[in-house]
């Protein structure tokens, strides 16, 4: 059983960063693949980044990447979003994941967020302009 506590989220100014966190419980942390979502109000949960779990394999929806920067502690269980050069159209409800299946690209899985494992209650983060 794995646990997922975000953290991090707020107000930011457009141009702006933010570092969100998601600590995790649980001995089985360092095996998991971790990913970061967001959802919007209206609108669908979208993928934003993912890490495997010894961090070989990174990826980024088109609309974060330079901007956005994921990594992982595996001695601390805690998975990091490094958001800079914000903008209003980021303000979102921002969620990590974790899943036992190797990550090597976006799969249906990881990309839609359908059936991983495991989720956190998510972190609000408003960016003004």
């Known amino acids: 059983q794995v646990q997922l506590v975000e953290s991090g989220g707020g107000l930011a100014q457009a141009g702006g960063s933010l570092r969100l966190s998601c600590a995790a419980s649980?001995?089985?942390?360092?095996?998991?693949?971790m990913g970061w979502f967001r959802q919007a109000p209206g609108k669908e949960r979208e993928a934003v980044a993912a890490i495997s779990w010894n961090g070989g394999t990174i990826l980024y929806a088109d609309s974060v990447k330079g901007r956005f920067t994921i990594s992982r502690d595996n001695a601390k269980r805690t998975a990091y979003l490094q958001m800079n050069s914000l903008k209003p159209e980021d303000t979102a409800v921002y969620y990590c994941?974790?899943?036992?299946?190797?990550?090597?690209?976006?799969?249906?899985?990881?990309?839609?967020?359908?059936?991983?494992?495991?989720w956190g209650q998510g972190t609000q983060v408003t960016v003004s302009s």
């Open positions: 649980g001995r089985t942390f360092n095996s998991y693949a």
């Open positions: 994941a974790a899943d036992s299946t190797a990550l090597s690209a976006w799969s249906s899985k990881w990309y839609r967020g359908v059936g991983l494992d495991y």
